[in-house]
């Protein structure tokens, strides 16, 4: 008999971050309103939560994050003003972002690393399984992901974990997965975690990116974790444990994604993120790929 699992309604963005590799442009900008051609980054993630059917997002935020709050709200003066030029598509532009979604917003006040700032969601989620996107990652929507996840952890409960196998060399910069293989190709079966690990003591080389479907078990390990590396609590962690004793809150599997993704956190993977989805854009790609073609041959 299939087991009945609760229906996700609710996605977590963590968005406290003070985006240092971008100084000086995030001094008093946050990283997460850096336009990625002509949307923010954070639009992208809100808009993902949404094709997945969660409608319900809370970003946990911190000081001079402001401007996300008026990103996702009305700006009367502005729509009236495109609306007395008969300026309709910009219109619509502007008001795509405050129709998306239900937006909350919590301060994670004291920034003690991502498993803090997912704890920060506890009062809002209560005992449901919720989801966590984080902004660094961009995932293409014609290669669906998050709903994926979605799907797995209603069907098996417990814990989900985005995976993408990356170069061995590349594994410092990521928490990596301990896996088994299972019945279906992009599903495995979490045995352990380590956060940023030495490439030569790593389990494999399957590496967590940033989207987690979860049970909100982990709260009650998060409220126990000890800060670990960076003396910041960390969400790997507390899956860990999750990981190694399924009786707190149930498995944790991975979903193996073979998309595209675009990791806005560096500033060279930033650019050609950018340079990506603009060649890609129907009302931009052909004359921007015919200018970088020119760029390219011309002055390079």
């Known amino acids: ?94 008001q795509e972002s405050s129709d998306l979604a239900t937006m909350h917003y919590v301060r994670q006040g004291d920034p003690r690393g991502l498993g803090h700032a997912v704890l920060c969601a506890a009062p809002h989620v209560g005992r449901e399984p919720f989801a966590v996107l984080l902004g660094d990652d961009l995932i293409d929507p014609r290669d669906p992901l998050l709903s994926r996840m979605v799907e797995v952890q209603a069907r098996t409960g417990g814990s989900v974990v985005a995976l993408m196998e990356v170069d061995p060399s590349q594994v410092h910069l990521y928490g990596c997965a301990a896996v088994e293989r299972t019945d279906e190709e992009d599903l495995v079966r979490v045995t352990g975690l380590v956060e940023k690990p030495d490439p030569s003591e790593a389990p494999s080389n399957y590496a967590v990116i940033g989207r987690y479907v979860l049970n909100p078990a982990v709260f009650d390990i ?46 060279g993977d930033y650019l050609r993120a950018i340079v990506r989805l603009a060649c890609e854009r129907e009302d931009l790609g052909p004359e921007f790929r015919s200018w970088l073609r020119s760029y390219v041959s011309e002055e390079m």
């Open 1 to 94: 008999m299939t087991m009945s699992h609760p229906v996700i309604t609710k996605a977590v963005i963590p968005a406290a971050g003070l985006g240092t590799r971008f100084l000086p442009a995030t001094k008093a900008t946050p990283k997460e309103m850096l336009p990625v051609v002509d949307k923010p980054a954070i639009q992208y993630v809100v808009e993902e939560a949404v094709s997945a059917g969660l409608t319900d997002v809370l970003m946990i935020t911190g000081r001079n994050k402001r401007p996300l709050e008026d990103h996702f709200d009305r700006n009367y003066e502005l729509e009236s003003a495109l609306a007395a030029k008969g300026d309709d598509d910009r219109l619509k532009k502007v």
């Open 222 to 267: 998060l409220r126990e974790t000890e800060p670990g590396r960076g003396g910041e609590i960390q969400l790997t962690d507390a899956l860990q444990k999750l990981a190694e004793d399924e009786t707190f809150g149930g498995p944790v599997h991975g979903v193996v994604f073979t998309g595209r993704r675009y990791d806005t956190g560096d500033r």
